[in-house]
Every structure is written in structure tokens, then in C-alpha cells.
């Protein structure tokens, strides 16, 4: 489904150079869920942001399902990421002009798609946030903002859904509701999910969990 190989990535900080990722390689497969983990500051987010086409590579390859996003435009690969990726980034990255249904409906907006809002309406009953339709992100906890995130995420069922931090911003019983929405969506679509955490116990319910250090990619060890 995607595959990094020999990625690298660097970035430029007080007229200095800083390597992010160092020859970092990953193959996953379609269906599959993999835990990434590693310290605050390895480059997990960046590491996300490579494989979903939002960031590019200063060099390797980033091939999505075939087709090699370091090689396309922009415009194109915010197609791909509307037609076949969600994201839940840990800063939400909600619109505060729009309503938490207007939010969670506006990737099926964006392409069209009839119904959106009923569709939008039934996640976000999904995910516990039935009487907040018509709230705005100001008016919304950073848990209930999460949450939403994650609805419109999942709204288009997307091949890949990638997720910062799904669980950090929320309580035990609301986190785990969360999670179960995660791993539901990974069986009952056979989406491949990629999840960034500090929660090892989310991470153990991956198939497997690979660790950034040093800018690389290895296997956790248990």
C-alpha cells in the first residue's frame, strides 16, 4: 500500500541544517496497522507528513499504492489525499468558520459527493458527538475537537488513514472509544492504518510497531 525507501529529510533552523529522517525506509501493506513510536522530537509527524505527500522528501522514494507521490504536483497529490487518504493530525486543523458536521462533511463536499451532511451526521453519532452538529470548533473541547477530526477523516472510508496522536488529547473511556473506531475502520474496510503515538498500550493492538531513532525506522522490541 505504501512504502518509503531510503527517505531523506531536512529541514532548515537558525541557518542550520537539521536531518529529520536519515535514510528512512518502510513497507506496509494493504489492511495492515503499524504503530509508530519513538521520543518527542524524533520526527514522527514529519515522518507522517512524508508519507501522506504533505511533505517532500529531499531525497528516496514515497510510493502510495503504486503510484510515486515525490514525483507529482501539489495539486495532484491533494487529490490523492481527498480520494484516498485521512488524516487526523494532532492539531486538528478544523475550520473555525464552519460547524463541526460542516467540518467533519466538507471532504464529501470538496468532491461532490451527495448527502454529505446525513453522512457527516451518522460519524459523528459514531463518535459521541450527536448533539454537537451545529457547534463550532471555539465552542468545542479539544477532545470533541479530536473527535470530530477523526470523523472527517473517515468519512470518504479512505485506503489509508494516518492518525498524530489519536488518543492524546482525550480521557481513558472517550480515548479507547476512539481506538475502537480506528481498528474498526482497518477491519471492516481493509484500511491500511498508521498511527504515531506515545500510548503503547494503542500501539500494542497494531500488528506491529516500528520505532524512529536517529532518523531511521526499526522494529520495536517488545
Do not use: W
Not at 181 to 201: G, Q, Y
Amino acid at each position: 500500500m505504501i512504502s518509503l525507501n531510503n527517505v531523506h529529510l531536512t529541514y532548515q533552523a537558525a541557518g542550520r541544517l537539521v536531518p529529520v529522517l536519515s535514510g528512512a525506509s518502510l513497507d506496509v501493506s494493504g489492511g495492515e496497522s503499524v504503530a509508530i513510536i519513538g521520543p518527542s522530537g524524533s520526527g514522527k509527524t514529519s515522518l507522517l507528513l512524508v508519507l501522506t505527500g504533505l511533505e517532500t522528501p529531499n531525497s528516496g522514494a514515497v510510493v502510495f499504492d503504486g503510484t510515486a507521490l515525490h514525483t507529482l504536483s501539489n495539486d495532484v497529490r491533494a487529490d490523492i489525499r481527498r480520494d484516498k487518504i485521512g488524516i487526523v493530525f494532532q492539531s486538528f486543523h478544523l475550520i473555525p468558520s464552519l460547524t463541526a458536521q460542516e467540518n467533519v462533511a466538507l471532504p464529501l463536499d470538496i468532491a461532490g459527493t451527495p448527502h454529505a451532511r446525513d453522512r457527516a451526521a451518522v460519524l459523528m453519532d459514531r463518535v459521541g458527538l450527536a448533539h454537537r452538529l451545529d457547534h463550532y470548533p471555539n465552542a468545542l473541547s479539544g477532545g470533541e475537537r479530536q473527535r470530530v477530526a477523526l470523523a472527517r477523516a473517515m468519512i470518504h472510508s479512505p485506503a489509508l488513514l494516518v492518525a498524530d496522536e489519536p488518543t492524546g488529547n482525550l480521557d481513558s473511556q472517550t480515548g479507547d472509544a476512539v481506538a475502537d473506531l480506528l481498528f474498526e475502520l482497518n477491519e471492516e474496510h481493509e484500511a491500511t492504518l498508521i498511527l504515531v503515538t506515545h500510548d503503547l498500550t494503542l500501539a500494542s493492538r497494531c500488528n506491529r510497531q516500528v520505532r524512529l531513532h536517529d532518523g531511521q525506522l526499526h522494529p520495536a522490541i517488545a
